[in-house]
Each structure stands twice: as structure tokens, then as C-alpha cells.
């Protein structure tokens, strides 16, 4: 049990908003592995009282039975004390206009979110991908004008390139809107690349936090893989995201890895999510959790170091051009 962790809290960016270090999210978890609503408290309760404050969720999980799930736990606990996010891009429907970053697909999706979530705003609301199809301009007034409704109160961009990032804050400075002031990449030992040469450089120089996804590579890092695909993993059921990362390389590495969290005294997952969580630029790194036991093992990496001679042990072991583009 991870019962003597101590929360730490961090600025989003150059802003006034404090974020816990580790967050919980709702991804291909409630709605969709996770239905029993007692299981889902249970999780989300410990969460609150371990100090986690920073809520990701998004429309389009489980087709919003996420936003409803999570929001039926949630709306119990004081709302000033939560940090409360959910994204938009995603198709909700056959309808043409019910997808991407439209002016008409923001408006009518922020007020469904809200009503799933049982909240009169959102913290933080995400342009879940670019949508190449919608003029930037469009997207950044929408958003805009949601932070003057009191809707939202920042908004942020996921999984948009560097240029992509700057080219909305230029934007917004010509037109005295509100850029976004989080961005929130996938990031871990396995995929370093993009964050590091593109997206981070990107983000600090307009202010921005990142908080980043898939610490453990959908679970790749935590050893998870290392005698093959378990039935019912997450990498057995998505063939596009196991063809990508689960390489013989990639494999050997992580066994590799547990020697390291071995004199740390922590497990693969821990490790993972500490270096993750210890990287600059990292406002709150997203977890995951199915069941209780594992979001007290994520919340142990709290208690890992990462010093230089860790860091450079992992740097050699998960060079820096992984998930070099």
C-alpha cells in the first residue's frame, strides 16, 4: 500500500493553476474494462484522498460513459478541490458536423460533457487532435468565447506538433484571445522523440504545462509483456497501438530496466512513472487504474528518486531518439 506518499503539486506552465503530480484518467478503463460502479468509487475515492486533484477524462471514452461514470463519483467531493478535464474531437456520432474542432462541434459538445459530468464547468477542456478541416481561427475564438461564458477556464491542445502549438499562440496574441495553456502529448521511455524536440521546446516558450499520457506505454513498461501478450491486455486488444511498440527491442529493454528498479527498490512501473513524472516541463503525469492495487502501485513511484545517475542509467538503456519520427 502506498499509504505514506506525499502528493506533490505543480504549476500548469507559466500559470496560476496547481496540478498533482500524478492524475488519474479515464481512458479505456471506465465505461469500457471498468463497469461496476462500486470498483469505480473505490478507485476514484482513494485517488481524492491520496491527494490526486487532476481529473482527465474525454468524450469520447466509452462514448461518454466515462464522463458519466466519473462524474457520478466525483460530483461528491467539493468542487473547488477538483481539476477537472474532457476533450473534444473525436466523431460522437454519424452526424457530419458531430466531430472535429468546428465552432458548432464545440459549443454543443462542451454543454453534453458538462451534463455527463454533473458540473457547471470545466477546468480545463482539450482539442482532443488538429482538425486540419477547421480554420485555427475558428477553434481559437470558440474556445475563447468559452472561458468568457465561465464554460471552461483553460483550454489546451493534444497531441498538436511544435509549429502546430506556435502558430495558435501567434494567433491568439494577434487577436488578443486566449492560447492554450496545457498540451498534453504521450510520453514515456519508450516514446521520447516527439516530446523532446518538438512539442516541449514548443510549449515552454509560450508558457505552456504539459500533462502527458501513457507513462508505461500502455503497459509495455511495467513487464507486463515480458513472456508475451496476456489475454485481455490492453495490447491484445488494440493491434494498431501493439504493432507499434511491442518490438523484440523494445521487450528486451524493459527486462533490462528491472535491474535498475531492482536497486531502487521499486517495481518496473514505479520506475517508469518516476521518470516520467521528474522530466522538465511535466506538470501531472496521467495514470490509469482498473483496480485498486494498481493505483496503489502507481502511486508508490512517488516515493522514487530520480537522480542523475538513474537518469543516465535509463538515457542509456532508452536513448533519447526512441520514437524518433
Request: hydrophobic share 35%; with cysteine.
Amino acid at each position: 500500500m502506498a499509504k505514506d506518499v506525499t502528493m506533490q503539486y505543480r504549476r500548469l506552465g507559466e500559470s496560476g493553476l496547481r496540478l498533482s503530480a500524478l492524475s488519474l484518467g479515464g481512458w479505456a478503463t471506465y465505461g469500457e474494462s471498468v463497469n461496476d460502479q462500486d470498483v469505480i468509487k473505490k478507485i476514484l475515492t482513494r485517488a481524492y484522498e491520496a491527494g490526486i486533484n487532476f481529473f482527465d477524462i474525454a468524450d469520447v471514452y466509452a462514448h461518454g460513459e466515462a464522463e458519466r461514470l466519473m462524474g457520478q463519483v466525483l460530483s461528491g467531493f467539493p468542487r473547488h478541490t477538483l481539476i477537472l478535464a474532457s476533450k473534444l474531437y473525436w466523431p460522437m456520432s454519424k452526424d457530419p458536423n458531430d466531430k472535429g474542432l468546428s465552432r458548432k462541434h464545440i459549443m454543443e459538445s462542451v454543454d453534453k460533457s458538462l451534463k455527463r459530468l454533473g458540473t457547471d464547468y470545466l477546468d480545463i477542456y482539450f482539442c482532443h487532435r488538429f482538425d486540419p478541416e477547421t480554420p485555427v481561427d475558428e477553434t481559437l475564438r470558440a474556445m475563447d468565447d468559452l472561458i468568457h461564458q465561465g464554460k471552461i477556464l483553460y483550454w489546451g491542445t493534444s497531441e498538436w506538433s511544435g509549429d502546430q502549438i506556435r502558430d495558435v499562440h501567434d494567433r491568439a496574441d494577434r487577436r488578443n484571445c486566449y492560447g492554450p495553456q496545457v498540451e498534453q502529448p504521450q510520453y514515456n521511455l519508450i516514446e521520447r522523440w516527439r516530446v523532446e524536440n518538438d512539442v516541449r521546446p514548443a510549449a515552454s516558450e509560450r508558457g505552456m504545462g504539459l500533462v502527458v499520457w501513457s507513462p508505461l506505454a500502455s503497459g509495455l513498461l511495467s513487464g507486463k509483456y515480458d513472456k508475451g501478450v496476456p489475454a485481455g491486455s490492453r495490447l491484445a486488444d488494440m493491434g494498431w497501438l501493439r504493432d507499434r511498440i511491442l518490438t523484440d527491442d523494445n521487450v528486451k529493454k524493459v527486462r533490462e530496466m528491472k535491474a535498475i528498479a531492482d536497486d531502487l527498490g521499486c517495481s518496473r512501473s514505479q520506475l517508469a512513472i518516476a521518470w516520467t513524472a521528474a522530466q522538465p516541463g511535466i506538470s501531472s503525469v496521467i495514470t490509469g487504474a482498473t483496480k485498486l492495487e494498481q493505483l496503489e502501485e502507481n502511486l508508490g513511484a512517488l516515493r522514487v528518486k530520480i537522480d542523475e545517475g538513474v537518469q543516465e542509467r535509463l538515457d542509456a538503456l532508452f536513448p533519447a531518439d526512441h520514437g524518433e519520427e
